[in-house]
């Protein structure tokens, strides 16, 4: 019914910038929330980044500053731009959308790198 479609991943150096887009489509029209979580390597999931349907955000401290999460509701797409990026921003990173009631939607992930 609902399928999210991520992009941007890749290898960049640390000090260098990623932008990850999900695409979101389906039979979902009230969205509650989309974020970007991601995990590491012998990691828990974590949250890096939320943006609610008020438009509210929410960043990790680890990111603060550095990422900024952005929406355009006409394309059903949420961004994640992903600025000075640090070797421990490595991870897979997951959008979920979560509309107004469960269940939740989870994309299948798109593998960001940051190494010299």
């Known amino acids: 019914q609902v399928q999210l479609v991520e992009s941007g991943g890749g290898l960049v150096q640390p000090g260098g910038s990623l932008r990850l887009s999900c695409a979101a489509s389906g039979s979902i029209f009230s969205i509650a929330a989309m974020g970007w979580y991601r995990q590491a390597p012998g990691k828990q999931r974590e949250l890096v980044a939320l943006?609610?349907?008020?438009?509210?955000?929410n960043y990790a401290d680890s990111v603060k500053g550095r990422f900024a999460i952005s929406r355009d509701n006409a394309k059903n797409t949420v961004y994640l731009q992903m600025n000075s990026l640090k070797p421990e921003d490595t991870a897979v990173y997951y959008c979920k959308l979560s509309p107004l009631r469960p269940p939740n939607y989870w994309g299948q992930g798109t593998q960001v790198t940051v190494s010299s």
């Open positions: 943006i609610t349907r008020a438009g509210s955000t």
